[in-house]
């Protein structure tokens, strides 16, 4: 069974705060995370990622910058701010709450 784009679709906010909650980051080895956390059931889409990291800066809950690799692309990292890691444990609650009553109706 694979997970569906439309049950995650809502948390993909939380989910990105949550790799970067562990330390700064660039957008495919969060993918590749996120893949490998999954055992490749789901993956974000590069579209859905950079609008989520572009919305995510705008909103002060990350900020970016440009690494310095001597050896291929150059990558953008993010880095958490603290707006971001109050966001994040505000999306924890969330949905730990909605998982409760979804948990209560789905049985």
Request: zero cysteines; a neutral charge.
């Amino acid at each position: 069974m694979s997970i569906t784009f439309d049950l995650i679709r809502g948390h993909t906010d939380a989910i990105i705060l949550s790799y970067l909650f562990e330390g700064d980051s660039y957008s495919y080895q969060i993918n590749k995370d996120i893949l490998n956390a999954t055992d490749g059931q789901f993956e974000l889409k590069e579209a859905t990622l950079y609008t989520a990291f572009r919305r995510l800066e705008q909103g002060g809950m990350i900020t970016s910058y440009w690494g310095n690799e001597n050896v291929g692309a150059r990558r953008r990292y993010y880095r958490i701010t603290e707006d971001g890691r109050e966001a994040y444990a505000s999306y924890k609650r969330e949905w730990e709450y909605s998982k409760k009553i979804l948990d209560k109706l789905i049985k």
